[in-house]
C-alpha cells in the first residue's frame, strides 16, 4: 500500500531530514513510527500526504509514484488518508455532528449520504449520542475519538495518527488503540507516530524506528529492545 524506496528530504540550508528510507507497509498492516524529537517521523508522514515532496528517491502509495502527481492532483491524493492528530483540530464553533461531517461536506456529499456517514463513523467510536454537543464539553479522550471519527468518515484506506494518544491516560489510550485495531480488521492500513513507548510494547506490533533521518530498526519490539529509540 505505502513503500519507500531509497528516499532522501533534504530541506533548504543543507538540513537531512531523510536519508535513504525504505520500507514497505501492507493493506491492513497497523505499524508504529517512533524516533527522537527531529528524527524525521514529521518529514516522513508530510511525504505521503505530499505536503512535502523526496529529494530523491521514490514514494509509491496505491501503485502510484508520488512524484508523478500534478500540484492539481494533490487534494484528490489526500482522500486516501484519515488523520489523526495529538491536539484533535476540532472546530469548537460546530458541535460533533458538525465536525465530522466536515470532510464529506467538502466533497459534496449529499445531506442524506453525510448523516448516515456521520452517524456511523460516531458509533464506532462510541459518541452517537453526543452528535449535538458541543466539543468544549467533551473530555480529552472524547475529543480525540471525534477527531478519529472524522478521520474515517470518507472510509480511507490509509490511516494517519500523529502522537494520537499523547494527552491521554493509559486507560483512554487503550481504548484509541482498540480502535485503531478494528480499522486495521477491516483492511485500513494504520502507521501511528509516537513517543509512547510503554503503549508500543503493549500493542506488540511492527515497529519502524528513525534515528537522524536514517531507518534504523524495523520490526517488533521485541527485537528492538535495547536499542532505544
Known amino acids: 500500500m505505502?513503500?519507500?524506496s531509497q528516499v532522501y528530504k533534504r530541506y533548504p540550508?543543507?538540513?537531512d531530514a531523510l536519508c535513504g528510507v525504505s520500507f514497505e507497509l501492507e493493506a491492513g498492516e497497523?505499524?508504529?513510527l517512533t524516533g527522537h524529537s527531529g528524527a524525521g517521523k514529521s518529514t516522513l508522514l508530510k511525504l505521503i500526504m505530499?505536503?512535502?515532496r523526496p529529494t530523491s528517491g521514490q514514494v509509491v502509495i496505491g501503485g502510484r509514484n508520488v512524484n508523478r502527481i500534478s500540484r492539481r492532483r494533490v487534494p484528490h491524493h489526500r482522500r486516501q488518508f484519515g488523520v489523526v492528530f495529538q491536539n484533535h483540530h476540532l472546530l469548537f464553533d460546530r458541535n460533533v455532528f458538525e465536525n465530522v461531517a466536515l470532510p464529506l461536506q467538502i466533497e459534496g456529499y449529499s445531506s442524506k449520504e453525510v448523516g448516515r456517514r456521520v452517524r456511523a463513523a460516531l458509533d464506532k467510536v462510541g459518541l452517537l449520542d453526543k452528535e449535538r454537543q458541543q466539543p468544549i464539553a467533551l473530555s480529552g479522550g472524547e475529543q480525540q475519538r471525534v477527531g478519529i471519527a472524522r478521520a474515517i468518515v470518507n472510509k480511507p484506506p490509509v490511516l494517519l495518527a500523529d502522537e494520537p494518544t499523547g494527552n491521554l491516560d493509559p486507560a483512554l489510550s487503550a481504548e484509541i488503540m482498540s480502535l485503531f485495531?478494528?480499522?486495521t480488521e477491516v483492511g485500513v492500513t494504520?502507521?501511528?507516530a509516537s513517543h509512547d513507548h510503554g503503549l508500543i510494547k503493549?500493542?506488540?506490533?511492527r515497529v519502524m524506528a528513525l534515528q537522524a533521518g536514517e531507518l534504523v530498526f524495523d520490526g517488533l519490539l521485541s527485537e528492538h529492545v535495547?536499542?532505544?529509540e
Open 226 to 228: 535495547g536499542k532505544g
Open 50 to 52: 505530499l505536503i512535502e
Open 181 to 183: 485495531e478494528q480499522f
Open 190 to 192: 494504520t502507521l501511528i
Open 2 to 4: 505505502i513503500s519507500f
Open 30 to 32: 497497523m505499524v508504529f
Open 202 to 205: 503493549r500493542m506488540n506490533k
Open 13 to 15: 540550508g543543507g538540513n
